[in-house]
């Protein structure tokens, strides 16, 4: 299973939390405000715990956080980064008591192996299973599979920031549509999940969940990235550099200078994202 360094997550956070489409995270609050007790939350695949800053503002004063992901190191920095985000935190047995917002959270952190069972989290009996830039790492196969067992707990499910395949890099240059490919090429590989569904994953989820009669609502969250995110951009294309390279359909000197280029002042990019959000279509009356 692929994973992220800390240092990166922290970086490309600001930017996730801007870039989050606002009208369905405030649909999801209002679906989850009619809950009875504290709101629990299953985040698959949690990195550092972004998702829980992200979200936790919106849904209401008690909040259970089940945070889940394979890599104990990110699970240890997830703890420390919302411990220092919090206005209160206390250790607990099971985890952490924060306080933020007028909010309260009791936070859990579970090392799961998810693509080798993705229905271990739903065990948990979850109002609301979330994730954020974690699907189009995944198969279609891990996806249904991830979509039934929701729906086997009739929870919410939320979803942030899962890459469409949509990029603008400015200014343009003549490798752009070479790397760009050959990095697409790259995104079908096996992240650990089997084949990834790369850009097809927004609509392979949304598929997924109406099988099982979820109402579904997707909407764009593009990162926009110029000169106040310039340490994003320039490990953004790093990354896009050495994955098209990897794939060997596109030479090193072009590359290379595709690199220089968008290092050069005045570069910026638009990054396509898709949110989504699918809601249990048994007393739910419409997204909105």
Not at 61 to 87: G, K, N, T
Not at 105 to 112: K, S, T
Not at 264 to 283: E, F
Request: aromatic share 6%; with cysteine; net charge negative.
């Amino acid at each position: 299973m692929s994973s992220f360094s800390p240092d990166w997550l922290a970086l490309r956070e600001p930017a996730d939390h801007a870039a989050r489409d606002p009208g369905l995270v405030a649909a999801l609050g209002r679906v989850l405000a009619a809950r009875d007790g504290p709101v629990r939350v299953v985040d698959l695949g949690c990195g550092t715990g972004s998702n829980l800053r992200a979200l936790a503002p919106h849904l209401g004063p008690a909040q259970a956080w089940c945070l889940v992901d394979h890599d104990p190191a990110l699970l240890a920095a997830a703890r420390a980064r919302l411990a220092a985000w919090a206005e209160r935190a206390e250790e607990t047995e099971s985890g952490l008591a924060l306080s933020a917002g007028g909010a309260r959270l009791h936070v859990r952190f579970r090392a799961l192996d998810l693509a080798a069972d993705p229905a271990a989290a739903a065990a948990e009996g979850p109002d609301l299973v979330t994730a954020a830039a974690l699907f189009d790492l995944a198969s279609e196969a891990w996806i249904t599979a991830v979509a039934r067992a929701v729906a086997e707990t009739g929870a919410a499910f939320y979803t942030a920031l899962t890459y469409d395949g949509h990029e603008t890099w400015t200014p343009p240059h003549p490798a752009d549509a070479a790397i760009h490919t050959a990095f697409l090429a790259h995104q079908a590989g096996d992240k650990g999940f089997g084949p990834a569904a790369g850009p097809g994953a927004t609509e392979a989820l949304a598929k997924a969940f109406r099988v099982h009669d979820y109402i579904v609502a997707t909407a764009p969250s593009p990162w926009r990235l110029g000169s106040a995110e310039i340490a994003l951009l320039d490990q953004l294309a790093e990354g896009t550099v050495r994955a098209a390279l990897e794939t060997g359909r596109v030479a090193a000197a072009d590359s290379a200078a595709w690199m220089a280029a968008r290092r050069l002042p005045g570069t910026r990019a638009v990054i396509g994202h898709q949110d989504l959000l699918a809601l249990p279509s048994s007393g739910t009356r419409r997204i909105a």
